[in-house]
């Protein structure tokens, strides 16, 4: 049995097995097929200070190695969290609140609610998939280190987690953004823009027209941009895009990542987490690795 255990930012998670924001709601569904408190933590669906419907439908395509989705944040609202749901999550895992705002003060007032009561506070500032905000501060470094600021202000006891966008010039220089602006880790990569079009009717399939790209056909890109972040900051790394198994995983603790996220596999097959799990241990097992942390950043490049 390899140690699976890896501690981020100060804590520790019994592995490095995350399911991503938006992909699993708040966990309770997937409880009732797998006790959910085998995962290392739990990333939330995006919390925002209001409720939120979310988009009209269709919000989802399926291609090929890939879906898109633009479900517009459709959340209860972070007081309806912190009531219903918070304790029960933190029963059984480590919690990782995503959350999002239109404003600075929408950033702030939230993290101010969850100081303290979270394991993480991740902030999505990468979400395509709404009219206003979101996206808009998770483009340029000047906004993501305004908003990294911000939100560190509010948060005296809970490490930051700022979640970064592939739909940017330099990944490296955003990542070094949200580093300076105190982010204690970095997690990447959120949804890459897309479209899909029905070509009968010659409009895109998502009501919202654009959506964004996520899924197994992602993963080389996101790999990329894991090794890129790695190289530009210090801060430690969640990695995700497009994992579905444990040598998936295995790839971005390679780039430098330190633990992983697992989004849309969770849709495709609903114990995706648990044997990602299961495998890193085979894998390490196999490989004479006694702790999986010591696979972090070991990738070499060719010719160097
Ligand atoms: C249906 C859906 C909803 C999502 N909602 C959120 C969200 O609320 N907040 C967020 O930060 N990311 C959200 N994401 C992005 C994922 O957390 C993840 O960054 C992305 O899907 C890439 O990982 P994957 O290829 O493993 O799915 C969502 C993704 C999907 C597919």
Redesign the pocket.
């Known amino acids: 049995m390899a140690n699976l255990t890896v501690n981020l930012c100060g804590v520790t998670l019994k592995n490095p097995v995350i399911p991503?924001?938006?992909?699993f709601g708040f966990g309770r569904e997937f409880d009732e097929i797998y006790d959910i408190s085998v995962l290392g933590g739990v990333s939330t669906?995006?919390l925002t200070l209001e409720p939120r419907a979310g988009n009209p439908v269709p919000r989802?395509a399926e291609r090929q190695g890939v879906?898109l989705?633009a479900?517009g944040?459709q959340n209860p609202g972070v007081d309806e969290f912190l009531k219903n749901d918070l304790a029960w999550l933190k029963s059984k895992t480590r919690v990782v609140a995503?959350v999002?705002g239109k404003t600075l003060e929408d950033y702030e007032g939230i993290c101010a609610k969850l100081d303290g009561l979270v394991d993480f506070v991740e902030l999505?500032i990468s979400?395509p998939n709404v009219k206003s905000g979101g996206m808009a501060f998770g483009i340029r470094p000047e906004s993501i280190l305004e908003v990294t600021k911000a939100a560190k202000r509010n948060l005296k006891k809970t490490p930051l987690m700022v979640?970064l966008s592939p739909n940017v010039e330099s990944i490296a220089t955003n990542a070094r953004a949200a580093q300076e602006g105190g982010a204690d880790c970095i997690s990447l990569?959120?949804?890459l823009t897309g479209m899909a079009i029905d070509i009968e009717r010659r409009r895109p399939i998502i009501a919202n027209n654009t959506g964004?790209v996520?899924?197994a056909g992602?993963k080389p890109i996101a790999v990329r941009m894991v090794y890129e972040a790695a190289q530009a900051v210090e801060i430690p790394i969640v990695g995700?895009?497009?994992?579905t198994c444990a040598e998936d995983a295995i790839e971005f603790m390679m780039a430098g990542a330190t633990a992983v996220?697992?989004?849309?596999?969770n849709f495709t097959d609903t114990l995706a987490c648990p044997k990602i799990i299961e495998g890193l241990n085979d894998w390490c097992d196999r490989h004479g690795v006694k702790n999986v942390s010591e696979l972090k950043g070991t990738l070499k490049l060719n010719g160097r």
Request: with cysteine; glycine share 22%; charged share 5%.
């Open positions: 991503a924001s938006g992909t669906k995006g989802i879906i989705n479900v944040l995503n999002a999505n979400c979640k990569i959120n949804t964004g996520s899924g992602v995700m895009g497009g994992i996220q697992v989004g849309t596999a």
